[in-house]
């Protein structure tokens, strides 16, 4: 036996990267945002504080549809079933079992997640584009059904009693700034948990599965349990997400619980628009919309036309939206979800194996 | 209640979910292409019966002969300008831009025509029935819709079974690549699907103007029981989509007599029902 050659340990040579500067830079400065933006309510008037919590909960729901449809490759047309299930399960639970309101939102959640597995045992039958128009009659099964109860109160909805209102704090004020100090929580959780899952095992799956499916079960991945897996955790968050959203409006009915243009044509677009399977895209999609939905306000619906064309021309032209398109361009990834080999002997090699986003 | 009455009822509405059907169900068997666009192309197909029966002042059924050809030529535009570029591995692509286009048509006919519903008279023929051995009554209208959609099931049949063209849409659908190779030219032939589904989706446009009240938002549940009819009925069997929308009409009828509001969720559960037994359909001639 000789010495070991320069070959023989491998391991030792090169270490795993799994951020880059960019990305460092970028944490840092989004705490300091998200801190600046913690304080919105003190220096800004109602307003503003309210559109900006209603973006927040929509980055929440652009991130769980992406996290769906461009990583486990289930295009849902159907969200917002989970949407109007939270959101009644709130009202429900709090009203009739005495639920406190935040215990109310988890337990929104837990029913959404509960819900999705005979939901899944129904859609998963379908493949491809038949799940998607699946899930949007599983949606419709749902508001349909909510409307036979008349003690959800039927088709015309169902209102929280001032009294479970003010539990959550006495005066309207208050109230807006707990819901704006929720809904910016809950999108920054769903950034750190589609950000940490992706980085997980599971993500490294998905990746897999998103790039190919196939390939991916032929080295051991197993595809339906990674999808259904995501699948209950999306409705979990998607349901929670519903619980917080219906807890603000104080009323819920099938018509805006279920509704197909709010909870899921919209964020469709943001996703789309912004960059289908990158994190960061859902971030610059939600911007979009809202930018076009105020510009556009005494439009009608025209900011919704606009946001369809130019989200078919982002599919027909640029599939990977406009962060697919900076990222590919400037190599920049803010969410570093990939691993990135570095070598320490000093020589310029990077070999990816996923890329540090997309592949 | 009147059982017999009831399944006459629900068969003939399944007419008219047959012609929604058909149109998805072909374009879906050649080119793998599940157009969610499908039911505001049947809305726009009403709106444009509307508008020629206003404007030139044609009695409704006559503007079959308007709307049939403007939504093949439309048909046609848009596989060869927009939908040809999607279709490839990724499902994502045709599956979002038919969605944007759902949103877009949708909206575009809410800014111009409004939320109001609207209906094409045809006078005598909507109330005329006739009566059937046993004692029931049946529209004469929703049996001529009935009619007209094994006609044209019939006649896409011989056009797939004994024509070239026919041959060529089966060849490519078995083997789009295949075909290519011996020289034809998959960019038209998918172009012609299209154009043959819209001019079908345009005829159900027609009918469904004079059957029901309709408005812009009536696409989407359109989609859906089409869907449903070529879920239930099996993937690439025509036949077995008109078994389908009859089954969905059955179902609905029942659902109906029970409770009025009872009657579309009661369509659902038959189709979750076959989708849990029977995941491919009644009788499925491809897997998907």
Known sequence: ?359 | MDWYSIIAQGCLIGGLYALFAVGLSLIFGIMRLVNIAHGDLITLSAFLALIAAEVLGLYPLATLIIVVPVMFALGYGLQRGVLNRTLGESILPPLLVTFGMSIVIQNVLLELFGADTHRLVVGTLETASLTLPGGVAIGVFPLIIFLVAVAVIGGLQLMFYRTDIGRAFRATSDDSVTVELMGADNRHLYGLAMAIALAVTGCAGVFLAVRTNFDPSIGPSRLIYAFEAIIIGGLGNLWGTLAGAVILGIAQSIGAAIKPDFQILAGHIAFLLVLAVRPNGLFPRMRD
């Open chain 1, 1 to 359: 036996m000789t010495g070991p050659s320069p070959t023989a340990a491998p391991e030792a040579s090169f270490r795993v990267e799994r951020g880059t500067r960019a990305s460092r830079i970028f944490m840092a400065s989004g705490a300091v945002a998200i801190v600046v933006l913690a304080t919105l309510p003190y220096w800004s008037d109602s307003g503003t504080t309210r559109l900006v919590a209603e973006m927040a909960y929509y980055l929440a729901l652009a991130q769980f549809w992406n996290l769906l449809a461009g990583y486990a490759g289930l295009v849902s047309v159907g969200q917002q079933a989970f949407v109007g299930l939270g959101g009644y399960a709130l009202f429900v639970l709090c009203s009739a079992y005495g639920f406190h309101p935040y215990l109310g939102i988890l337990a929104a959640g837990v029913f959404a997640a509960l819900m999705s597995l005979p939901i899944a045992f129904f859609v998963f039958r379908l493949r491809g584009a038949h799940f998607a128009v699946g899930t949007w009659v599983v949606a419709e099964a749902c508001q349909l059904t909510v409307a036979q109860f008349s003690a959800l109160g039927a088709g015309s909805g169902y209102s929280l009693t001032p009294a479970i209102v003010r539990t959550i704090a006495p005066d309207r004020a208050g109230r807006d700034m707990i819901f704006y100090w929720a809904s910016l929580g809950i999108a920054v959780a769903a950034l750190a948990l589609v950000y940490l899952l992706l980085r997980s095992r599971v993500g490294l799956a998905l990746t897999a599965i998103r790039d190919s499916e196939p390939a991916s079960r032929s080295i051991g991945v197993d595809a339906f349990r990674a999808k259904l897996m995501t699948f209950v955790i999306v409705a979990f968050c998607t349901g929670l997400t519903g619980g917080l959203i219906f807890l603000q409006k104080l009323r819920v009915s099938p018509q805006a619980g279920f509704s197909l243009q709010d909870w899921t044509v919209v964020v469709i677009f943001m996703v789309v628009i912004g960059g289908i399977g990158t994190i960061e895209g859902p971030i610059i999609g939600m911007i979009i919309y809202f930018v076009l939905r105020e510009l556009l306000a005494d439009y009608g619906t025209w900011y919704l036309i606009v946001m369809g064309l130019v989200a078919v021309v982002f599919m027909l032209y640029a599939r990977e939206g406009i962060w697919g398109w900076v990222a590919g361009r400037f190599h920049l990834y803010l969410f570093p979800v990939g691993r990135r080999f570095v070598r320490l002997d000093g020589a310029p090699a990077s070999q990816r194996d996923s890329g540090p986003n997309r592949a």
